[in-house]
């Protein structure tokens, strides 16, 4: 039988799947009604297997009901080949923090308008966008160091639980590495 890498790539979620993780997930409220529980070390081995493609990557983006199909499309989304807005387009639409934390550390924060991204987001009346940006700047607070303790210390006065202890943690850092 041929199987397309999409499937493939499912067959390989099945195979590795973790029912005491994905338990534990669905029991701390994770937004996905599929979660097969594979780790971030299991779903790297997959996109090494897969390798970066744009196509791949963006058909499971758009499968929003799986959480590793979310996770590993930034995986092996092409560096080359991300582009402001669908960058910011993943980033506002995510659901979930560790599905921003992957966007953020895997992909978005190797590109030039990372800092830029960052500055329009933290402008976001959503909470999940202002976390996508706060984490963003976590990635890049060594070269952009000003900037992610503005918005730092701006989110922390909102006192809103998403965000309160990235900010926190955030301040932290650039005071450090200001000293």
């Known amino acids: 039988m041929n199987y397309n890498n999409i499937q493939l790539i499912k067959r390989e979620f099945f195979a590795m799947r973790n029912g005491v993780i994905a338990d534990a997930l669905r029991k701390a409220g994770a ?12 779903l790297a081995e997959i996109a090494e297997a897969v390798g970066p493609s744009r196509e791949i990557a963006e058909t499971l983006h758009n499968n929003t009901t799986t959480r590793e199909s ?9 560096r080359e080949e991300m582009d402001y807005d669908t960058a910011y387009q993943w980033l506002a639409g995510a659901q ?3 599905v921003v934390d992957i966007i953020c550390h895997r992909l978005v924060r190797h590109l030039d308008f990372a800092p830029a991204l960052a500055d329009d987001l933290i402008k976001s009346p959503a909470s999940m966008s202002r976390y996508a940006a706060l984490r963003l700047y976590l ?25 309160q202890s990235i900010a926190r943690q955030i301040i932290d850092e650039a005071e450090f590495i200001k000293q």
Request: hydrophobic share 45%; aromatic share 8%; charged share 15%.
């Open 31 to 42: 937004p996905y009604s599929i979660i097969f529980g594979l780790t971030i070390p299991q």
């Open 70 to 78: 979310l996770m590993l499309a930034p995986m092996i989304y092409p």
């Open 96 to 98: 979930a923090t560790e």
């Open 139 to 163: 990635n890049i607070i060594s070269k952009y160091t000003d900037q992610a303790l503005a918005a730092a210390r701006s989110e922390v006065h909102r006192n809103e639980s998403l965000t």
